[in-house]
């Protein structure tokens, strides 16, 4: 069964940082590349980062470049999202995202996890 | 790059057909044909229901039915049914992605 499994949500201060984590199984991880979505408390989806297969390439919304990293294991099955500088508009679950097709980094998201919650608050 | 507008919401009766709209610009729907759906109920992740403007994955009723004019990209539910009660959100690439704000669709 394809599955993607996120962790490392929690309430951290703002100016402080977290690290998501996203297990995948049941594909061939490498093969892909992976995005991270995230979604507000009672707002919309908002695309956050996306990277290549094989991790030469990632790509950043205007809201989070320069504050965020997206990286990946390909020997670990793991992609990784690196929140520094956080504020209190970064709040929102956080979904890793597997597109539908090889071909393009920006193809549609045809498996989610199942979320992790990121509160940035004192 | 700016969300797609979506309708805030619409309703319909259990087997009527209801169509929500996305409407982009030529730099995004009506530059690609990269456009999806995704059904969203309380508290769960996003369901991929149409991609490519008009392919349905496996598994996804033939309900579903995706179409897209120019800018503006088209999610059309026949034969509404009471679990088709959610959010909906649009979606196209646009030099990176972009989603639309959301749709609630109610079933009466």
């Known amino acids: 069964e394809v599955q993607l499994l996120e962790s490392g949500g929690g309430l951290v201060q703002p100016g402080g940082s977290l690290r998501l984590s996203c297990a995948a199984s049941?594909?061939?991880?490498?093969?892909?590349?992976m995005s991270w979505v995230r979604q507000a408390p009672g707002k919309g989806l908002e695309w956050v980062s996306a990277?290549?297969?094989?991790?030469?390439?990632?790509y950043y919304a205007d809201s989070v470049k320069g504050r965020f990293t997206i990286s990946r294991d390909n020997s670990k099955n793991t992609l990784y999202l690196q929140m520094n500088s956080l504020r209190a508009e970064d709040t929102a679950v956080y979904y890793c995202?597997?597109?539908?097709?090889?071909?393009?980094?920006?193809?549609?998201?045809?498996?989610w996890g199942q979320g992790t919650m990121v509160t940035v608050s004192s | 790059q700016s969300a797609l507008t979506q309708p805030a919401s619409v309703s319909g009766s259990p087997g009527q057909s209801i169509t929500i709209s996305c409407t982009g610009t030529?730099?995004?729907?009506?530059?690609?044909?990269?456009v999806s759906w995704y059904q969203q109920h309380p508290g769960k992740a996003p369901k991929l229901m149409i991609y490519?403007?008009?392919k349905r994955p496996s598994g996804v009723s033939n309900r579903f039915s995706g179409s897209k004019s120019g800018n503006t990209a088209s999610l059309t539910i026949s034969g509404l049914q009471a679990e088709d009660e959610a959010d909906y959100y649009c979606?196209?690439?646009?030099?990176?992605?972009?989603f639309g704000g959301g749709t609630k669709l109610t079933v009466l």
């Open positions: 049941g594909f061939t991880f490498s093969s892909y590349a």
């Open positions: 030529s730099s995004d729907v009506g530059s690609y044909n990269l």
């Open positions: 490519e403007v008009s």
């Open positions: 990277i290549s297969g094989s991790g030469g390439s990632t």
């Open positions: 979606c196209s690439y646009a030099g990176s992605v972009v």
């Open positions: 995202a597997k597109p539908e097709t090889t071909v393009t980094t920006f193809g549609a998201f045809d498996i």
